[in-house]
């Protein structure tokens, strides 16, 4: 119909008109601009690539897609199941594989972007060292070096965001379709996506409004597709039912598997979207935010970001509506939840989109009003200083970013193990528990060794750390790794003597090792075994 005229990608050779009856043929330049900066930054990670075993969740995340085991909530299917498959490669060792996935879908998600800027009439070269310089921020740097989920939800997010303008700009029914079956895989990797995704489906509502009246049956296709993606989530219970070695929560009930899905465990640490408490703690997180922006980017990045997106607001309300309120949501988020950096990745995402709009803007300004000969020369000069502004942030991030040389979890693992005699008993908390996970269920060392968690203590009904200790300390020798020493004081308090045996450099919060702890041995009273 002729009032739901496909529109043209900003800066086509009709002008940087986004109401052009129909997009011109792609440039081979542009076919090609996602794939070099997909094999640039891909280039550029592997080179940082962390070795081997990670702490924390970086360390679950190593181990539990090889076992087809069940991760901490929310599952992570979609993350688990593709990180599977992804590691049938024969590239090194297990957790090179798991880190090698994460740089991967970093990589992607920056191909993605660039593609997406290339739509909105982003010169090649632009889009190409914006994305780039995108990659080079810290956050995103860091998500790429190490296993997480948080890399795979970054790929995903980029996608559907250059589905739903490829939608908007080209009414394809295949991109609906896969535009809805991004969202459900992405809704089975992390539920951020509840909060980022619905701003981006009601821009490709609007996009396609006139369409959808006409063919309401259209409205089926993203559903049916986005069904088919959460799917994944079926995963979860045959899994539990296969009584892997590491199934959190043990959720074989609908009860424990809505408790994990739903991430009910963390709710209490995140008071809602958009509530009067929440937007006092995002007002209160400001000041922590710009300097995390400028310790991992520069000013620059954010600044020109908010201005290509108000540059975007002019020519594409609906699209700019939808990014800002992304981004928005990231960002309040970020400060209400622990201000875990990682929930930053998707902000960054949507300020490098508005920062390539921005300077294509300049670029497109100054060659309309300087005099030709030189107003020519514009786009050169712009591409120039976009590729030069992506060298000086990689050159700048690369000494903070470059895990090459970290083998901490190897010598944690060799440490540790090395202190426990056979059949030893080992009560530990998840950051230096996950390594050890690894090191038996993916590398079969130490099978005698028995690793409790603070997670096994509580969901296979232990009271409390203690008790725990008296149901092995007649049958095993028992050590002990906490975090601090103030989680030491009921174990001396139940009579339990503690001796240091080793000191190891464990990684809480984080995929190093960065905390030096005793791990102690646990005598019992006298008596109390027989």
Known sequence: MQRDRPRAPLGTAQGWDPVAERPVSPSIASLLTPLLVFAVALGLYWHTLMPGIAFDDWGEMQTVPHILGIAHPTGYPTYILSAWLFELLPLGSIAFRANLYAAVCVSVALA???????????????????????????????????????????????????????????????????????????????????????????????????????????????????????????????????????????????????????????????????????????????????????ARATAVVPVA?????????????????????????????????????????????????????????????????????????????????????????????????????????????DAVFGALPSGAAILSFWGGSSPLWHAQQVLGERPDVLVVDDTNIVYEGWATREARIASLICSRPVYLLRPGDSDLGQTRAAGYTLQPVVTVAVGAGGPSGSYRLPVYRVDAPAGTCH
């Open 112 to 294: 993605a972007m660039s593609a997406t800027t290339l739509r909105l009439g982003v010169r090649p070269s632009v889009a190409a060292a914006l994305a780039l310089a995108t990659g080079a921020i810290g956050t995103v740097w860091a998500s790429a070096t190490v296993a997480e989920v948080n890399s795979l939800h970054l790929a995903l997010l980029a996608l559907i965001v250059n589905r739903s303008l490829a939608w908007a700009d080209e009414r394809r029914t295949r991109d609906l379709a896969l535009g809805g079956l991004l969202v459900g895989l992405a809704l089975g990797n992390h539920l951020l996506t509840a909060f980022s995704a619905p701003f981006l489906v009601l821009f490709v509502l609007w996009a396609g409004r006139w369409r959808f009246l006409d063919r309401k049956r259209l409205l089926l296709v993203p559903v049916m597709t986005g069904l088919v993606g959460l799917l994944v989530y079926g995963y979860i219970p045959i899994a539990a039912s296969f009584s892997p070695a590491l199934p959190y929560n043990h959720p074989t009930s609908w009860s424990g598997f809505v408790f994990l899905v739903t991430g009910q465990q963390f709710r209490g640490q995140y008071d809602g979207l958009f509530t009067a408490s929440s937007l006092g703690l995002f007002a209160d997180g400001l000041p922590e935010l710009w300097q995390t922006a400028m």
């Open 305 to 413: 970001g908010i201005a290509g997106l108000l540059v975007l607001l002019v020519r594409r309300p609906a699209l700019a509506l939808a990014l800002v309120g992304t981004l928005v949501v990231g960002l309040d988020i970020w400060s209400n939840y622990l201000h875990l950096e990682h929930y930053l990745l998707v902000p960054w995402l949507i300020l490098g989109i508005g920062s390539a709009v921005a300077v294509e803007a300049v670029v497109r300004g100054l060659g309309e009003r300087l005099p030709r000969t030189i107003g020519e020369r514009a786009g050169v000069a712009g591409a120039v200083v976009a590729t030069a502004f992506a060298v000086a942030l990689v050159l700048t991030n690369l000494p903070g970013a470059d895990r090459s040389n970290d083998r901490t979890g190897r010598a944690y693992v």
